[in-house]
């Protein structure tokens, strides 16, 4: 049994940190999150106390104690403000030591308290007995926002309405009103990932937003990047727990789940199991925690492979080792499926959990399950107008189905072309006709002169607008593919669909159609061999080319337990 959402004296528990190991210890749990509000305060005692416990059981010869010990998971709930309503978003596995994150979380809280303690002298100035410590008590685990002012004012006999509180004392031109630094649940959520954490939107039930207002607000922080929200929660119903679940798998998001544990403050409410009937399994933290895993996005052709498309038993055993740790292997190349298929069994580079990011990003493919995850196309309308053009310019140009090759005929380029794609051709007078629900992408081939493309590719610019990208995946292959591929976008789509942090993500290329995966990715490499542009691009430079092994310095850098 896990609790993923606990709260000590360093915000507004009852138990210390050191208290929370011990009661955990009491009560069977093997992992907790201490998630304090603003505060990662009391992070560094409950993790050195378990620490020193497991140590002082393992020297006494007591294995089976030290096993007893929970791990403590850093984490923090960070208080925001959406229309009016505290949001909380909590932060599992943050880098609590992160000297930003740290120094944002005390001016954070200097700026909001002093504004607040400005704000209840003012009144206090115009007869109202209020201060911050009272807003507290009455409105305890609240940022404290101006409603709290008006429902503390009228309680107290100081109003005889809320509309009296704005229109009079604290409204945004009133003369006791005082803005405050305001965080809301999006900004609260970037900062978490910039602490390399994990944001969970805390508590959803408990806003009172309504069906369709929270599947708003969730669908919102989901593209701020959210990644997980607690489905499990002490106070929830059999309904509440199905409808918070229903979001989770709408957006994609992981499961959390946690007591809230205050102690005293909270009665009745116990660590672990809530008001008795809280289970959080333990294969939700397994989920949780393999995002904390790294990917590795790389191109094939130029970066993993050697020159002559095959891989070198050095690498092979690099990647064996990577993976065997639980990192994650995405083949990315511009290649189509069934020739990285081919080359992945030919040289053994098949692993558990394994995608494909094929045609620079048109398609996305699972290994395991045998599907595709992401299929991008371009219209047959296109296909017909793009084929013409070529034709007009005596350029050699072919699209495919799924396992071929559409072309006009065998030539030079197709020759060159085949030596190393190795797929059977459809030979057609009527390209786009043969391909009546479009392609993943096309290819024009010149073997001498790669102006002759650029200038092709200039042509196509109007009519292709915001449907159609084109780029090199080297001097003699221009790759025509539809917009909202790329494999820096497939990127986004892997990472979000693996529930991992771009932070984790990790793009190896050479050419022209790796920029785009380089910069979306946390961390973007080039190769020795690499162009000059996507030297520029990358985070790193690999000190080898691909066929030295350049890549393994990276692995052995990042990829290890």
Same mark, same amino acid.
């Given at each position: ?51 020193? +416990? ?199 998001? +992981? ?235 497939? +990127? ?70």
């Amino acid at each position: 049994m896990i609790d993923l959402h606990v709260h000590s004296t360093r915000s507004d528990g009852t138990y210390s940190p050191s208290e929370l190991v011990d009661y955990a210890i009491k009560k069977n749990l093997k992992a907790f999150a201490l998630t304090d509000h603003d505060s990662v305060d009391g992070l560094e005692e409950a993790i050195s106390y378990a620490q020193k +416990l497991r140590r002082e059981y393992l020297e006494n010869g007591n294995p089976e104690l030290a096993e007893s010990v929970p791990e403590i998971i850093p984490g923090i709930e960070l208080s925001s403000e959406h229309e009016g309503r505290d949001i909380h978003i909590v932060g599992l596995f943050i880098d609590y030591k992160n000297a930003a994150f740290c120094d944002y979380l005390k001016q954070f809280v200097e700026s909001r308290d002093l504004r607040n303690e400005k704000m209840c002298k003012r009144l206090q100035e115009a007869g109202m007995n209020i201060t911050y410590e009272a807003l507290q008590k009455e409105f305890p685990n609240s940022v404290i926002t101006r409603a709290h002012y008006a429902k503390y004012m009228l309680k107290n006999g100081y109003i005889k309405s809320m509309k009296e509180a704005f229109d009079r004392y604290i409204g945004d031109h009133c003369p006791y009103y005082i803005p405050r630094e305001k965080v809301t649940p999006a900004q609260a959520v970037e900062l978490i990932l910039q602490a390399d954490g994990i944001p969970v939107l805390a508590h959803p039930i408990l806003y009172g937003m309504g069906t369709a207002k929270l599947d708003s607000v969730v669908g919102e922080l989901k593209a701020a990047g959210l990644m997980g929200i607690e489905s499990l929660y002490s106070t929830y119903t059999a309904a509440d727990e199905r409808q918070i679940r229903s979001l989770a798998s709408k957006y994609n998001l +992981l499961i959390s789940g946690g007591s809230d544990f205050h102690g005293s403050n909270k009665p009745d409410l116990d660590l672990g199991t809530g008001y008795g009937n809280l289970n959080v399994p333990d294969f939700i933290l397994e989920d949780i925690r393999a995002t904390r895993k790294n990917l590795l996005f790389t191109d094939m052709d130029g970066t993993l492979l050697l020159s002559d498309c095959t891989i070198s038993p050095t690498m092979r055993a690099a990647l064996d080792q990577m993976t065997a740790a639980g990192h994650h292997l995405i083949l990315s190349s511009g290649r189509p499926l069934p020739s990285i298929l081919e080359v992945r069994d030919k040289e053994q580079i098949n692993y558990p959990n394994m995608l494909i990011l094929s045609n620079n990003g048109a398609l996305v493919y699972d290994c395991d399950k045998d599907v595709n995850l992401l299929e991008c196309r371009i219209s047959q309308k296109d296909i017909a107008y793009i084929v013409a053009k070529a034709e007009e310019r005596g350029l050699h140009i072919h699209g495919y189905t799924a396992r071929e090759i559409v072309c006009h005929g065998m030539n030079a380029e197709l020759e060159f072309y085949t030596s190393r794609i190795h797929l059977p051709l459809i030979c057609v007078d009527d390209i786009a006709a043969y391909l009546p629900d479009g392609c993943f992408k096309l290819q024009s081939i010149h073997l001498t002169d790669r102006s002759v493309l650029e200038d092709f590719r200039e042509s196509l610019l109007e009519y292709c607008g915001d449907r159609i990208q084109m780029i090199f995946s080297n001097d003699q292959y221009l790759e025509i593919l539809p917009a909202e591929a790329g494999k820096g976008n497939a +990127l986004r789509f892997i990472a979000d669909h693996l529930h991992a942090p771009l932070s984790h993500t990790f793009a190896s290329g050479d050419a022209e159609n790796d920029l785009s995966m380089l910069a979306a990715a946390g961390t973007g490499i080039a190769m020795a061999n690499a162009t000059d542009a996507v030297k520029e691009a990358a985070h790193i430079v690999t000190k080898k080319t691909n066929n030295e092994d350049g890549l393994i310095e990276i692995i052995e850098k990042y990829f290890g337990e």
